[in-house]
């Protein structure tokens, strides 16, 4: 069966597959052009997003709002998503079920955007989608080639709202992201 953005949305709102679809307020469909080169992935919702069933509208979104303009990207341009669709309470990790449940989302998200590059942000996503033993501080910015796809990690924003250093690092590893899609157009 070939899946559309739509049937993707519908199925993750109907979502029952782990037990964080009993605590979560709204589901979070990931977000963006449908047309993008750069899909971000992320590891799962905040609360914030919880409540608004939006990637990335708190505190760490305005991190994400200005490493993009400072790169001269804005969320229009591209695709962001997380590997969970829901959040998980009191912030913590996501538990591997809990990935696995989201798993099949991400991938019909992936499929039907077909990105050039894949940015993961934060090790969670980082050692999921590229390497189960991803050191995010030593490996961030490097580069992973699967099935015509570049592949990349970088800080999570709140890890930058942590570490406000952080910021220029990430900076870099934007502004590299944004070469490598304008090379690969």
Known sequence: ????????????????????SRTRHLPVMGRGSHEAHIMLIAEAPGGQEDQQGLPFVGRSGEILDSLLKDCGLSREEIYITNILKCHPPGNRDPKEEEKEACLPYLKYETFLLKPRIIVCLGRVAAQRIISPDFRITRQHGTWTYRKNCALTAVYHPSAILRDPSKYEEAKRDFLEIVRMERESS
């Open 1 to 20: 069966m070939q899946y559309t953005w739509s049937d993707i949305e519908q199925h993750i709102s109907a979502c029952t597959q782990c037990p964080l």
